[in-house]
């Protein structure tokens, strides 16, 4: 079993007054040794299932990127099996959510619960992005090779 994985659960458990972070990815979470009950070390009185474990903690979950966690996506059901407490989707990019079929097929971003919107030329104005590059298709020159 990761040793970060046991440090965050043992510290969950031991220590009230200390906010204890853990960072997985989606492949990580959704791999089989987090949801392998054979371990030979148990957490939380008994368990040995790090998925099962992590769900006794109630975390708060913060997603990075979640055009990669659409709500219909494994990936999504992975962070909904944790019964968290609050999940915080932060990015900049969401997934669309489709209705309809055929021709009266529409889609609108996934905008759940949104607290703050920032645009794409607020984003650039605050010095929040870290470059913006144009590229022209019919010269092959970028912005930046122009004089």
């Known amino acids: 079993m990761p040793s970060e994985l046991i440090d965050y659960l043992e510290a969950s458990r031991n220590n009230r007054n200390t906010i204890k972070c853990l960072l997985i990815n989606d492949a990580m979470l959704m791999s089989k040794s987090m949801t392998r009950g054979d371990y030979d070390q148990t957490l939380f009185g008994g368990l040995s299932c790090p998925v099962d474990a992590l769900k006794q903690t ?87 090779d122009k004089p």
């Open 58 to 144: 109630r975390p708060v979950v913060i997603i990075d990127e979640p055009h990669r966690f659409k709500k219909d996506g494994k990936a999504y059901k992975a962070v909904c099996a944790l019964n968290p407490q609050l999940i915080i989707r932060f990015g900049a990019t969401f997934p669309d959510i489709e209705f309809g079929s055929g021709q009266n097929k529409t889609s609108k971003k996934d905008y759940e619960n949104l607290v703050y919107n920032l645009g794409s030329i607020q984003a650039f104005n605050g010095g929040l992005v870290k470059a913006v590059d144009i590229h022209y298709p019919e010269t092959g020159f970028s912005a930046k």
